[in-house]
């Protein structure tokens, strides 16, 4: 598998964009080789359900993309060149980041300098991007919803 290599420019439009785009990826990862997500319990963090019986797992890896680690209602992901992603899901399954998480996104590659509320505008003019609220967001079109119920 050709692995994930990120590339970013240096507008708040291009990191906006490489961050929707490296989310996009990272989770149709993790849904070819998971099955799902369960959550035991109500305030009990959720983990990923793997292909054999009665397995979850709430860390891996996925092939030419890097590390990932399920935490709480979220999933953040360290690619194999250094570049770091981290998403949750909302109460109603969508997922959901802010522009914090754009901002540490665009650290992890090298922008430092970036302001955090041009990624926050950038983010709200974003073709990729559906705003929900002042500064949270989400995928445009989002396949990756889960499901808050137990099975």
């Known amino acids: 598998m050709e692995q994930l290599v990120i590339t970013v420019g240096d507008s708040p439009d291009d ?50 993309i890097g590390r990932f680690q399920i935490h709480g209602r979220g999933c953040r992901f360290e690619l194999m060149d250094g570049a770091e992603v981290d998403v949750d899901w909302a109460e109603d399954g969508r997922v959901q980041f802010d522009s914090w998480k754009i901002l540490m996104f665009a650290r992890s590659v090298g922008r430092s300098s970036i302001d955090r509320d041009a990624l926050r505008a950038a983010a709200g003019t974003a073709p990729t991007i559906e705003q929900i609220d002042d500064d949270s967001f989400t995928i445009a079109g989002d396949d990756f919803t889960v499901s808050w119920g137990q099975d």
């Open 15 to 64: 990191i906006v964009a490489r961050f929707a785009d490296t989310i996009v990826r990272c989770l149709t990862a993790l849904s070819r080789e998971y099955i799902g997500f369960e959550r035991p319990a109500v305030g009990q963090p959720m983990a990923l359900r793997t292909r054999e019986a009665q397995g979850t797992l709430r860390s891996g890896a996925l092939e030419g």
